[in-house]
Nanobody, 114 residues
Framework: QVQLVESGGGLVQAGGSLRLSCAASGMIFSIYTMGWYRQAPGKQRELVATITPVGTTNYADSVKGRFTIFRDNDKNTLWLQMTTLRSEDTAVYYC????????WGQGTQVTVSS
Protein backbone atom coordinates (compact mmCIF):
# COMPACT_ATOMS: atom_id res chain seq x y z
CA GLN A 1 0.00 0.00 0.00
CA VAL A 2 1.33 3.36 -1.07
CA GLN A 3 0.91 6.03 1.56
CA LEU A 4 1.78 9.70 1.21
CA VAL A 5 1.41 11.96 4.22
CA GLU A 6 1.87 15.69 3.78
CA SER A 7 2.39 18.09 6.65
CA GLY A 8 3.68 21.55 7.46
CA GLY A 9 0.99 23.73 5.97
CA GLY A 10 -0.60 26.61 7.76
CA LEU A 11 -1.48 30.27 7.67
CA VAL A 12 1.27 32.70 6.79
CA GLN A 13 1.45 36.34 5.76
CA ALA A 14 2.52 37.35 2.29
CA GLY A 15 6.29 37.44 2.09
CA GLY A 16 6.65 34.70 4.67
CA SER A 17 7.99 31.16 4.47
CA LEU A 18 6.85 27.61 5.11
CA ARG A 19 8.43 24.20 4.80
CA LEU A 20 6.24 21.29 3.74
CA SER A 21 7.09 17.66 4.39
CA CYS A 22 5.98 14.45 2.70
CA ALA A 23 6.50 11.04 4.26
CA ALA A 24 6.26 8.21 1.75
CA SER A 25 5.80 4.50 2.41
CA GLY A 26 4.78 1.39 0.50
CA MET A 27 6.98 2.28 -2.45
CA ILE A 28 10.62 2.16 -3.40
CA PHE A 29 10.93 5.89 -2.90
CA SER A 30 14.50 6.25 -4.09
CA ILE A 31 13.83 5.14 -7.70
CA TYR A 32 11.04 7.59 -8.51
CA THR A 33 10.99 11.17 -9.62
CA MET A 34 8.82 12.95 -7.08
CA GLY A 35 6.83 16.12 -7.28
CA TRP A 36 4.88 18.66 -5.31
CA TYR A 37 1.46 19.57 -6.67
CA ARG A 38 -1.08 22.11 -5.58
CA GLN A 39 -4.74 22.78 -6.15
CA ALA A 40 -6.40 26.10 -5.46
CA PRO A 41 -10.18 26.41 -5.12
CA GLY A 42 -11.85 26.31 -8.52
CA LYS A 43 -8.63 25.52 -10.33
CA GLN A 44 -6.98 22.45 -11.78
CA ARG A 45 -4.25 20.69 -9.89
CA GLU A 46 -0.87 21.86 -11.09
CA LEU A 47 2.65 20.57 -10.82
CA VAL A 48 4.83 22.91 -8.79
CA ALA A 49 8.22 21.21 -8.67
CA THR A 50 9.91 17.89 -9.38
CA ILE A 51 13.07 16.17 -8.26
CA THR A 52 14.69 13.10 -9.77
CA PRO A 53 16.21 10.27 -7.71
CA VAL A 54 19.61 11.90 -8.08
CA GLY A 55 18.46 15.41 -7.23
CA THR A 56 17.82 17.13 -10.55
CA THR A 57 15.05 19.70 -10.04
CA ASN A 58 12.51 21.53 -12.17
CA TYR A 59 10.07 24.24 -11.17
CA ALA A 60 6.97 25.86 -12.52
CA ASP A 61 7.66 29.39 -13.70
CA SER A 62 5.31 30.75 -11.05
CA VAL A 63 7.50 29.47 -8.19
CA LYS A 64 10.96 29.51 -9.72
CA GLY A 65 13.40 31.33 -7.48
CA ARG A 66 11.08 31.16 -4.49
CA PHE A 67 10.53 27.44 -3.83
CA THR A 68 13.06 24.67 -3.36
CA ILE A 69 12.30 20.95 -3.55
CA PHE A 70 14.61 18.45 -1.90
CA ARG A 71 14.57 14.83 -0.75
CA ASP A 72 16.20 12.39 1.62
CA ASN A 73 16.12 8.94 0.08
CA ASP A 74 17.33 7.30 3.30
CA LYS A 75 14.35 8.72 5.17
CA ASN A 76 11.80 8.37 2.33
CA THR A 77 10.98 12.02 2.78
CA LEU A 78 10.31 14.90 0.40
CA TRP A 79 10.29 18.59 1.34
CA LEU A 80 9.24 21.84 -0.24
CA GLN A 81 10.80 25.00 1.13
CA MET A 82 8.61 27.95 0.20
CA THR A 83 9.75 31.54 0.57
CA THR A 84 8.42 34.94 -0.46
CA LEU A 85 4.92 33.52 -0.38
CA ARG A 86 2.14 35.27 -2.26
CA SER A 87 -1.61 35.10 -1.92
CA GLU A 88 -1.78 33.19 -5.21
CA ASP A 89 0.23 30.39 -3.58
CA THR A 90 -2.81 29.58 -1.44
CA ALA A 91 -3.78 25.98 -2.20
CA VAL A 92 -3.80 22.45 -0.90
CA TYR A 93 -0.36 20.99 -1.53
CA TYR A 94 0.21 17.33 -2.36
CA CYS A 95 3.21 15.14 -2.98
CA UNK A 96 3.25 12.30 -5.47
CA UNK A 97 5.35 10.61 -8.08
CA UNK A 98 5.90 12.51 -11.29
CA UNK A 99 4.13 11.57 -13.51
CA UNK A 100 1.55 11.13 -10.77
CA UNK A 101 0.14 7.85 -9.57
CA UNK A 102 -3.41 7.26 -8.37
CA UNK A 103 -2.30 7.25 -4.73
CA TRP A 104 -2.87 10.73 -3.37
CA GLY A 105 -2.57 11.77 0.24
CA GLN A 106 -4.80 14.18 2.09
CA GLY A 107 -2.64 17.16 1.26
CA THR A 108 -1.74 20.07 3.49
CA GLN A 109 -3.41 23.45 3.34
CA VAL A 110 -1.30 26.53 2.73
CA THR A 111 -3.05 29.84 3.19
CA VAL A 112 -1.23 33.08 2.46
CA SER A 113 -2.85 36.23 3.73
CA SER A 114 -2.35 39.65 2.19
Amino acid sequence: QVQLVESGGGLVQAGGSLRLSCAASGMIFSIYTMGWYRQAPGKQRELVATITPVGTTNYADSVKGRFTIFRDNDKNTLWLQMTTLRSEDTAVYYCNKSPSSAYWGQGTQVTVSS
